[in-house]
């Protein structure tokens, strides 16, 4: 059982168009992280969130952690080819837990 | 660059070889993360270094798999008597602090067992 789950697993879309992935979980974590990983390298921190309802922005990047603290979204507005890559979001239950990582969601944007 | 690097990038073995995978993390970085990412699938846990203490090995798979940081700085992964489900890509991280401080990533050891 995956306790962090993404959606879509895969998604392709046209430059300029809005997305929005998901991930969820049936647990509470204290934090959320989400991350993107090209082809041959590691995952780089895109972003940390830390309290229910926080929504963080990252130019054309939006991230939202659920009241709740079990789920969180990444909407991407005006998608461009850059974006293209592995995003994955990653959790700690507790304050000083190991980070558990979802399946990631594949983006493919095309120009 | 002053990144985490990884060594060797890619390696081969055969069914049944030891094999070591060595990781270099950010010079200064307390904490070092061993991660194995199987293809399609996000990266797993595998042990968590704090210096040269291994404070958590929950994650390793079997008594095959062993780590070693003996000076608080490089780390060695070392896999004995591989298999085929061994195959996946191995990802060093560093972090300046403990588990709850931003960890970088190192590009990864991709392991193929024959």
């Known amino acids: 059982t995956q306790l962090l789950e993404q959606s879509p697993q895969f998604l392709s879309i046209q430059e300029g168009e809005n997305l929005t992935v998901y991930c969820n979980s049936s647990?509470?974590?204290?934090?959320l992280q989400w991350y993107r990983q090209e082809p041959g390298e590691g995952p780089a921190l895109l972003v940390t969130?830390?309290?229910?309802?926080e929504v963080k922005k990252l130019k054309r990047l939006t991230f939202q952690f659920g009241d709740a603290r079990k789920d969180s979204s990444l909407h991407i507005t005006a998608a461009q080819p850059g974006d293209t890559g592995l995003y994955l979001c990653?959790?700690?239950?507790?304050?000083?837990?190991?980070?558990?990582f979802g399946k990631g969601t594949r983006l493919h944007i095309l120009p | 660059g002053a990144g985490v690097s990884q060594s060797p990038r890619y390696k081969v073995a055969k069914r049944g070889q030891d094999v070591a995978l060595r990781c270099d993390p950010i010079?200064?970085?307390?904490?070092l993360f061993w991660y194995q990412q199987a293809l399609g699938q996000g990266p797993e846990f595998l042990t968590y270094?704090?210096?040269?203490?291994?404070?958590?090995k929950s994650g390793l798979p079997s008594d095959r798999f062993f780590a070693e940081r003996p000076e608080g700085s490089v780390s060695t992964l070392k896999i004995q008597r591989t298999q085929q489900e061994d195959s996946a890509v191995y990802l060093c991280?560093?972090?300046?602090?403990?588990?709850?401080?931003?960890?970088?990533f190192g590009p990864g050891t991709r392991l193929t067992v024959l």
């Open positions: 010079s200064g970085h307390v904490s």
């Open positions: 969130v830390v309290t229910g309802g």
């Open positions: 991280a560093s972090s300046w602090g403990g588990v709850t401080d931003t960890q970088y």
């Open positions: 990653a959790g700690a239950m507790n304050r000083d837990d190991k980070i558990i």
């Open positions: 270094f704090q210096n040269e203490a291994q404070l958590d």
């Open positions: 647990s509470v974590f204290s934090s």
